[in-house]
Each structure stands twice: as structure tokens, then as C-alpha cells.
């Protein structure tokens, strides 16, 4: 197979499927230049909305209008000219995007948008023609709205979760709400708490409700999933449908044993359950799958993980009832397809020899799955079914943005608009509007309109063999102007280590550090995610060896390559980023200059006993499996065990409210290299914040003090067109 790998994105066509022979070029409208125009609705939590004072009392959902966020939003649909590189400000980095996702109406008539405000995130609805925003919705309590859904071609449904910092992925609360485009009829559809006896019926305690279809034809109702815990690592799992305007439930199955999710037929009757589990039966760690079909009331085991070699994830039941598939043995990349639910066959549609699929190219009426994306390097688009019309329309829209990746975001019900997500390694982020009839794509905002991409630098996956002969991939970014040769570099770690990994695209941090004249290298090493279970799983028990091996080998990489001046190399991240900052100098002596700490772990016996991962024993039983019981093992992985061995240059970083890694691992390992002789340059332990900083002002503080700590170790770099100082 033609593995199509270069250094941006790339639509490669299967070699058993006709070849396109022809695109049609798009046609791209100005940038919008209208003053948004915002509806004004004065609403305090606990009180009515006006429009809805005739259906009793709204409690909960405090919905608010916010300036900041329309004047955000006008400027990014305005396509305001971005300020030149020089004026760049480590602010100008760090603050948040103007928003988060978008989906546009069923009808085309209206835009929805989340907007995140550092430790909130809120939704905002916009009128699709001339973006005049008419309602921003905003959760009381620093709720964040989290995912949301068009239920109807003007109602919205969304959940409330809590964000836990940067590097954590948001807990969610059980809460769903629901409201009209125009802001009416705001209903809160499923809650915590003590309510009146009206509400009642809508109160849950540790239930979790997920949207499973919006039922296209249906605009009063939707499916959902319900969990319930039944015990500290069991919870059954109810599908019910659900009212959009009440909240009242009725249900419709339930799942045949704990621990499973479920998925729907083409009929939207619950028919698949894949249930997990993630011990085996000496209570060790072990991830393990059983898919059941449902007939009637009855459930018949069709597949089983650990005696048939293979785990089977259903993906989605198109209306001809054709069931696509994700298939995983638990070692290769896992391949997508069909499945006969009557044999259980399975028929394969793609695989990668070296990555997994990261997400799927559906037709917009949602029967054809069109095309699927893999990211070993840059993303790869691989068209199943190049002759669908919207294979043909993906490809042109691919060659109208050449060296960035495009995906259809949203889409009307019709197929006629589609919402066109554009990025890549330079471009944070903008959202044009295609129009079908006219084939014309219209511009509609720009996710950081401020930074103007071609001042950007520019990222290079790379991949190499480890020292055991491994394949490693990785990303290198090289500051906007430079010729990518003897460069002081940030090695840059990510967390996890297993399951995360980074990714192609716009990075926000990596490019702030590139402005100031560094090379930023990221490492996709043993443990991250997307490269097959057997190289996700080598990860284990390598925390502070194979891992390690991987930064170093990555780094060296760099030098052979002449893209790093040896002398002039520091190491930086967070959580895992964090560990690996302190533990692979000490791997490593002489290879790394400084290093910076952020909300890391620093001694593997206090990850044992404090923190939100041994607070279950699920979590226990993964820290067994990544760590081992060996006491004398967790020391030699445990760089505050070994702070005598660090020898260079430190400062530390760490949220005072961080439950992940919490602040007493930073603490410990500031003592331990005082008591070592080389007390740190500095630490900071900063109220408020949690496993990464979100409020902007915190990340400014944070991010100067360590370009004055790098600065001082491996010399001022001065930027193509930059400034080393905010």
C-alpha cells in the first residue's frame, strides 16, 4: 500500500478503488465583516426566562449574556488582520481560543459554538446568515458546558461538566440541559440535588447519561444511555428515551451484565452491548471485551476478547443496516469494517500496518463511511468509497487548503451546508461554510484570529529506530525563518505515558516556544497511543527505562541530524511531561542543560497513596500493572529518590488544587534536592489551579518565568521575528 507519508496531510486513495479524475475547485467568499449584533436577556441563576415564564420556574441554568464573548466572536468573524510576529506576547499564546467546537442546525438556520474561558467553557448560538449572536449560555458555579447536540432544527441539548486543568480530561457532572436557539424554553432535563416536587422526576444522584441518537425524524425525543454504580467498579447500564422539553424517561433495555456500553440498530432499538472489564481472574490488570447482540429481551454473547483473541467495538448501524466495526487483537493496530451480526464474520474495509484509525469520514447522510483518517506522522486520509459524491467534495475542499487538514465538522440534515473544519501545524483553527447548490465555501471565523499563521513555525513528523530497534515517531518544530540547523531545543515530553500522545497540528505552547527561537521536539514513545495495543502496552513497567530511552534517543536523533546544538539543550514537561523532565537527566547525564517540572510525579510510592488514580481499585490495579509492587523499583523510577543523580539546573511547577498529581509530589522533590545541593531556581506552587493552569494570567507568570530560566541555561535565542521577553 502506498503509505502516502509526507511532511502535512495527505488523501490517498485505496489502490483496489477508482482513481478521482477530477476536482472541482472551491470557491472561497471574503471574510464576513459585520458587527455581531447581541441580544440582550438579563438573567440571573434561580430566576425565570422570559420567554419561558409561562412553563414555571427555570432554577439551574443561569444563563447569561456575555460581551466579552460577542466581542470575541466579532472578531474572529470580521477575519481582523493578526498582529506581526514581533508584537507576539507570551499572552498571546496562552489565551484561550474563540472557540472550542461548532456544529450548525439540522436546517441550516443557526450556529452553535462553545467558547472556552479559561476554567469555563459556554454556549453560544448564532444565526448561521450574518453570525448576529442570540444567546450565549452560561452554567452557574463555574460549570462548563461540555458536549452538545442538535436535537431539533432549533433546540440544543447539552451536558455540564467540571474542567480539572489542561492536562485532565473534564469530569462530568450527570447534568443535561436543554434550550431553543432563541433562548426559550430553557429546561434543565436531568440534575443533582433537592429540588420541589415538580422536579423530582429529574433528579439523579451518581447516574451518568449519554446521548446515543438524536432520532433525525423525531424532534420531541432522543435515546440515551444511563449508568448507575452498583459497586465501587460495577455499573449497569438502562437505555431510555428521553424527552427534550420534560425530561421524562421511558425505558427500553437494559444491558446484559455490568460494565457495558450500548449501541443502537437501524430501527434505534438497542441491539449490540459491549461490555469491558479490567481484571482477569487472579484480580490482576487485564482489559478484557464481550460483544452481546440483544433479540428480543435476550442477550446472545457473540464475540468474547479473551477466548476468541480479538475485541470488537461497534461503531456506528447505518439505516441499510449495515454494522461498521472496530476490530482490535490487542496487539496490531486495530482495522476497521463490517460485521454479519447473524455469523459474527467480519469483513475488513482498512487497515494500517503502523497506526490506528483516529476517526472516520462519514457521508453526509450518514449511510457511506467514505474515508478514515490514521496519524502515524501527519494526518492521512485514506478514501474507502472514492467515487461517493462527498469523497469527490472532500478531496476538492483537500486541494483547495493544500498543506492543511480538512474534516467536515457538521452538516445540515439535507447534506446541502456542510461546516468545514480547516487546520494545521501553523493554522489554529478556522470554520468555513460550504454551500452545496453553489459549491462555494464561505469563511466564518478563525479560532485565534490574532496570530497570523504564515508568522507561524512549521512542524516535521519524523520517526527513527530506538536503540531495541523499535520505530518511534515524533514531531520537530522549527521556529518560523530558521533553517532548522543548530538550534537551541526544548525536548517536550507529553503525558500519560499511556494512551496519550501528541499529535500534528496547531500547538499553542510549542509555537510559543519556536517564537522565542527554540526547536521543540515531542516524542510519541513507547506507551502513547495510537500505534497499536502491543506498542501502547510496552509502555508498562518502562516508565523510567524504555520510555526514558525513547526521549534520549529522540534528542540524539536531533544532533546526528544537525538540527540541535548539543550544548544548548533543555528538557520540559508536564504531568508524565513532568516525571520524564527529572528522570531522563538522570537517565542521561551531560545531555540536558535545565529542566523544568510541571505538575509532576516525582516518587512512585506517594502515587500509591495519594492522588485521584488509588482512590479506586481499578486504579490500583493499573498501577500495579504499570508500576509492579516492588518497593526497590518505585525508588529506582522515583526521581526524588534519586535528586543527587538530577545535576542540572531546576524549577518546578505545580496546581494547588491538583488531584491528579498533587502538589505534594512537587513539594517532595523540592526538598529533595535542597537536601541534595541543587535547591531549584524556583517553584511555583500556584493557588487556584489544578493538573495544568487554565487562568490566562497564571500561564502568562508561568511561562515567563521559565523562558528566563531557559534563557539564562542555553542562551537568550532570539526568534525570527520575535521577542524573547513578553
Not at 433537592?194 to 432520532?215: H, I, M, P, W
Request: with cysteine; proline share 5%.
Amino acid at each position: 500500500m502506498d503509505r502516502c507519508r509526507s511532511a502535512g496531510p495527505q488523501v490517498c486513495l485505496q489502490p483496489v478503488l477508482p482513481v478521482l479524475k477530477e476536482r472541482r475547485a472551491i470557491r472561497q467568499e471574503p471574510g464576513i465583516r459585520r458587527a455581531l449584533a447581541l441580544r440582550t436577556t438579563n438573567i440571573v441563576a434561580g430566576a425565570p426566562h422570559a420567554a419561558a415564564s409561562t412553563h414555571g420556574r427555570y432554577s439551574d441554568m443561569g444563563m447569561k449574556s456575555l460581551s466579552t464573548i460577542a466581542a470575541a466572536l466579532m472578531a474572529a468573524a470580521m477575519n481582523l488582520s493578526p498582529a506581526h510576529a514581533s508584537a507576539y506576547s507570551i499572552e498571546d499564546f496562552a489565551r484561550h481560543p474563540t472557540y472550542s467546537n461548532a456544529k450548525i442546525s439540522p436546517d441550516g438556520r443557526f450556529l452553535a459554538v462553545t467558547v472556552d474561558r479559561g476554567d469555563q467553557d459556554v454556549l453560544t448560538v448564532m444565526r448561521t446568515s450574518d453570525l448576529t449572536v442570540l444567546k450565549i449560555n452560561q452554567l452557574p458555579d463555574k460549570k462548563s458546558v461540555g458536549e452538545f447536540h442538535w436535537v431539533s432544527p432549533d433546540r440544543l441539548m447539552f451536558n455540564a461538566v467540571r474542567k480539572l486543568g489542561g492536562y485532565a480530561q473534564p469530569f462530568m457532572l450527570g447534568e443535561w440541559f436543554a434550550v431553543n436557539a432563541d433562548g426559550s424554553q430553557p429546561r434543565p432535563l436531568v440534575f443533582r440535588g433537592t429540588r420541589d416536587a415538580t422536579q423530582r422526576g429529574k433528579t439523579v444522584s451518581n447516574q451518568q447519561f449519554r446521548l446515543l441518537d438524536t432520532l433525525k425524524d423525531d424532534n420531541q425525543f432522543v435515546v440515551m444511555s444511563v449508568t448507575s454504580p452498583r459497586s465501587s467498579e460495577g455499573a449497569g447500564t438502562e437505555v431510555v428515551r428521553m424527552d427534550v422539553f420534560s425530561g421524562r424517561r421511558t425505558p427500553l433495555a437494559r444491558a446484559p451484565k455490568e460494565n457495558c456500553g450500548i449501541a443502537l440498530d437501524a430501527r434505534k432499538e438497542p441491539r449490540f452491548a459491549v461490555c469491558s472489564s479490567s481484571r482477569d481472574e487472579d484480580g490482576n490488570y487485564d482489559e478484557r471485551t464481550e460483544l452481546y447482540r440483544r433479540d428480543g429481551a435476550r442477550w446472545t454473547l457473540i464475540n468474547a476478547s479473551r477466548s476468541d483473541g480479538y475485541h470488537l467495538r461497534v461503531i456506528r448501524t447505518t439505516d441499510d443496516g449495515t454494522v461498521y466495526v472496530d476490530r482490535s487483537d490487542g496487539k496490531q493496530p486495530s482495522a476497521i469494517g463490517t460485521l454479519d451480526v447473524e455469523s459474527g464474520e467480519f469483513s475488513p474495509l482498512f487497515s494500517d500496518p503502523v497506526a490506528d484509525v483516529s476517526r472516520a469520514i462519514w457521508s453526509t447522510d450518514g449511510e457511506t463511511l467514505v474515508g478514515v483518517v490514521t496519524e502515524a506522522g501527519a494526518p492521512m486520509v485514506q478514501l474507502i468509497n472514492a467515487t461517493h459524491r462527498d469523497a469527490e467534495l472532500f478531496s476538492s475542499l483537500a486541494s483547495a487548503f493544500p498543506g492543511e487538514m480538512v474534516s467536515f465538522s457538521s452538516h445540515t440534515d439535507d447534506g446541502s451546508q456542510i461546516l468545514v473544519s480547516v487546520y494545521s501545524d501553523s493554522n489554529p483553527g478556522e470554520l468555513y461554510l460550504y454551500n452545496r447548490d453553489t459549491g462555494q465555501a464561505r469563511f466564518m471565523m478563525s479560532n485565534r484570529q490574532w496570530l497570523d499563521k504564515t508568522k507561524m513555525a512549521s512542524t516535521m513528523p519524523f520517526s527513527f529506530a530506538s536503540r531495541d530497534g523499535m520505530t518511534i515517531h515524533g514531531y520537530l518544530t522549527i521556529p518560523n525563518g530558521s533553517d532548522g540547523r543548530n538550534l537551541p531545543m526544548i525536548v517536550n515530553p507529553h503525558g500519560g505515558p499511556i494512551g496519550p500522545r501528541d499529535a500534528w497540528g496547531f500547538n499553542w505552547e510549542a509555537q510559543m516556544l519556536a517564537s522565542r527561537g527554540y526547536a521543540v521536539l515531542q516524542v510519541n514513545f513507547r506507551g502513547s497511543g495510537g500505534y497499536g495495543r502491543a506498542f501502547q502496552d510496552a509502555g508498562h513497567m518502562q516508565w523510567g527505562q524504555g520510555i526514558q530511552n525513547d526521549i534520549i534517543d529522540a534528542t540524539r536523533w536531533a544532533i546526528a541530524q544537525g538540527h540541535a546544538d548539543k550544548d544548548r539543550i533543555c528538557i520540559y514537561g508536564g504531568s508524565f511531561g513532568g516525571y520524564s523532565s527529572l528522570m531522563a537527566p538522570i537517565r542521561e547525564p551531560g545531555l540536558y542543560r535545565c529542566t523544568f517540572g510541571y505538575v509532576g510525579v516525582y516518587d512512585v510510592d506517594m502515587m500509591f497513596k495519594r492522588g485521584d488514580i488509588p482512590q479506586s481499585e481499578s486504579g490500583l490495579r493499573y498501577l500495579r500493572r504499570t508500576h509492579g509492587t516492588d518497593a526497590s523499583v518505585w525508588a529506582e523510577n522515583s526521581p526524588a529518590r534519586r535528586a543527587g543523580e538530577v545535576g542540572i539546573p531546576v524549577y518546578l511547577a505545580a496546581g494547588a488544587r491538583d488531584e491528579r498529581t498533587p502538589p505534594e509530589q512537587t513539594e517532595l522533590m523540592n526538598r529533595a534536592l535542597i537536601a541534595a545541593g541543587n535547591p531549584p531556581e524556583g517553584m511555583i506552587i500556584q493557588s487556584g489551579e489544578m493538573h495544568g493552569f487554565y487562568d490566562v494570567d497564571n500561564r502568562v507568570n508561568l511561562y515567563t518565568k521559565m523562558l528566563e530560566f531557559f534563557d539564562r541555561h542555553i542562551g537568550s535565542a532570539q526568534p525570527a521575528g520575535g521577542t524573547a521577553s513578553d
